[in-house]
């Protein structure tokens, strides 16, 4: 999202690490793929298959919203981290303690209970096709997959990966869509904003799942990784981001047309939760034959296990950064890096402690303080970049502020402040969704 003050390269070159000069724009994709990838897990897809099954191509725009959200915060965050050559979490520490009183919690409870879904939904795939499979000892496989890829692996290989995994995705689920032979004058019809009766939940959960929560702010991390760390590099992040979030719409849309086509039409009911794509695969077996099924579960699996690999890569970075901010370490030491040994502590969180919930009956504490806790973070991720994004606070950290030609300008400022606005609804929502059991009087 550009804004009054940062329509120009200051140097008129944008390109890779250590090369002068601007390189085709297809060689600087990268990092933004990886966290569009990364967010664009099983649960966007259910959310967006779900709406086309209830309403058609009625909330198709809250799709191509939610994407268009998720490229300002990522922008956003993007743009705090190359104007000031500094960490996310610097920025939010520079703003008070509080921000660690929240983060703290949030990325250790987080970690736990998104280890065991993120095993959990990369499994199920492989195990309906092959049914003799055991799900629990499958997600466990490929927790521990997705460990030594992550421990062993540098930036650059996990960045492979991870588009050769999109590219299954993208064969499978746009393929998905080209089969249903989708009516191109409902398709546009459904881009006019309206909200059926009783849709507010589908449109929040569209337009806020659309592409990731904490992983959007793992995005300066990856920038870094890469290699992209001054302002130098400003224009490519953002053609980065806006074509990693368009691959995003066209899966998100894609899910929504074959929930239309193939489900809205004939009146079939959906499951719940991530069994919604199997039975998908299933209604495909039956109008397509046996071996499109097949291919949609394959492309399940890549969504899923592209979302834990990321998730492993983004947030153990994340966390390294910040146990390195309060054991006071320099911005970008070894430690705090891919493969540093706090990155590398983090992946063994994301991976042991949540097979356990594999193995028990999910905790009511730790479920009910992983909804609170996550319900928190978009608002949370939305007003910080709105004030770290503007002008100069007193008492800031050294070299935190934002240079006066990257600051938001009004256009970034009303993106910024609609995804704020969006986000505490979704959050209030889900929070009254997580509470009501507890809470009688918020039933309902």
């Known amino acids: 999202m550009t804004s009054s003050g940062d329509t120009t390269d200051p140097t008129g070159t944008a390109g890779t690490a250590g090369t002068t000069g601007r390189p085709p724009r297809w060689k600087v994709v990268g990092p933004g793929l990886v966290v569009a990838a990364t967010g664009v897990g099983a649960a966007d897809l259910v959310a967006t298959l779900v709406a086309g099954a209830k309403f058609g191509y009625t909330l198709l725009w809250v799709a191509v ?16 981290s190359l104007a000031t050559q500094r960490t996310i979490f610097e920025g939010w520490r520079s703003l008070g303690r509080w921000t660690t009183w929240y983060f703290a919690p949030y990325i250790l409870v987080w970690g736990v209970v998104y280890g065991a879904t993120a095993m959990s939904s990369t499994a199920l795939p492989v195990v309906a096709l092959v049914p003799d499979l055991s799900l629990r000892w499958t997600a466990v496989a490929f927790g521990l997959a997705g460990l030594v890829l992550v421990w062993f692996g540098s930036y650059g290989v996990f960045e492979k990966i991870t588009a050769a995994l999109v590219g ?41 799942g659309v592409g990731g929560t904490i992983t959007l702010a793992a995005y300066g991390y990856w920038l870094r990784e890469k290699g992209w760390h001054t302002p130098r590099f400003m224009r ?87 146990v390195g901010n309060l054991r006071d370490l320099p911005s970008g030491h070894p430690d705090t890096r891919t493969g540093g040994r706090l990155f590398k502590a983090y992946l063994l969180w994301l991976t042991f402690p949540p097979m356990l919930l594999l193995l028990l009956d999910e905790p009511v504490g730790l479920i009910l303080a992983y909804g609170v806790l996550g319900a928190l973070f978009m608002p949370f991720l939305a007003i910080t970049l709105l004030v770290l994004l503007n002008k100069r606070r007193p008492g800031a950290l050294p070299h935190s502020d934002v240079p006066p030609e990257w600051r938001n300008g009004w256009l970034s400022n009303t993106g910024l402040a609609v995804c704020a606005v969006l986000f505490l609804l979704l959050g209030a929502n889900e929070l009254r969704e997580v509470l009501a059991p507890y809470v009688p009087f918020l039933e309902g």
Do not use: C, H
């Not at 994407?67 to 965050?77: D, R, S």
């Not at 019809?189 to 589908?202: H, I, K, Q």
């Not at 299933?282 to 109008?287: E, H, I, T, Y």
């Open 65 to 80: 919203l939610g994407a268009v959200l998720k490229v300002v915060l990522v922008e956003g965050a993007g743009r705090y």
């Open 168 to 208: 299954v995705m993208f064969v499978t689920v746009v393929g998905a869509a080209v089969l249903t032979l989708p009516n191109l004058g409902e398709v546009l019809g459904g881009l006019r904003p309206a909200l059926p009766d009783d849709s507010l939940v589908n449109v929040l959960g569209i337009a806020g």
């Open 236 to 322: 490519v992040m953002r053609i980065d981001n806006g074509v990693a979030y368009a691959v995003t719409g066209v899966f998100v849309v894609s899910m929504l047309v074959v929930g239309a086509e193939l489900l809205y039409s004939a009146g079939i009911a959906m499951e719940t939760g991530d069994q919604a794509l199997v039975q998908l695969s299933d209604v495909l077996a039956d109008r397509y034959g046996e071996v499109f099924g097949t291919v949609f579960l394959v492309g399940f699996w890549a969504s899923s296990f592209s979302s834990l690999i990321g998730v492993w890569s983004g947030v153990s970075l994340m966390f390294a950064d910040f």
